[in-house]
């Protein structure tokens, strides 16, 4: 007598497209770093290298485009959450705000904080409300956004 058993199989899953989620996010901090170096150059050759105690262009990059991946995974997770991740338009409004977000909470807070703390030479004024950070920033979210749809499944 023969018996047959079946033995399901589980494939791992994803909890949320933090692949997709990285790679939007450093296509969109390509385009905020050429926004910086071109329109707010001490930023990104003074002030986010010497977050770490680096200095120069080269260093600058490096932290921002690093910064750029960890932010674009987290808005994975956020996007994924809320159910905006598949529709572009959706993921672009909320990339724009999430931008704004980052702005305030990171860009005019946190990194005074940090950079006064480090003892910086490039210490803004706390809170650092800078119009010109506030485009770069949802610059970054739109593009973010914009991008993450077509990148979530890789």
Do not use: C
């Not at 050759?45 to 990059?61: D, F, K, Q, T």
């Not at 159910?83 to 807070?109: C, M």
């Amino acid at each position: 007598m023969a018996s047959e058993t079946t033995t399901a199989v589980e494939r791992p899953t994803e909890q949320f497209a933090w692949k997709g989620g990285a790679l939007a996010g450093l296509l969109a901090g390509i385009v905020m770093g050429a926004m910086l170096t071109t329109q707010m150059g001490p930023v990104i050759r003074v002030a986010i290298p010497s977050m770490y105690g680096l200095e120069g262009l080269a260093a600058g990059w490096v932290a921002h485009l690093f910064h750029s991946v960890v932010l674009g995974v987290a808005f994975a997770g956020l996007a994924t959450a809320v159910g905006v991740g598949e529709s572009t338009g959706r993921a672009a409004a909320f990339g724009v705000g999430y931008g704004v977000v980052l702005w305030v909470v990171l860009a005019a807070v946190v990194m005074p904080i940090w950079l006064s703390a480090v003892g910086s030479p490039a210490n803004p004024p706390l809170p650092n409300f800078d119009p010109e950070s506030l485009v770069g920033h949802v610059v970054y979210g739109l593009v973010l956004g914009v991008a993450f749809p077509s990148l979530r499944d890789l």
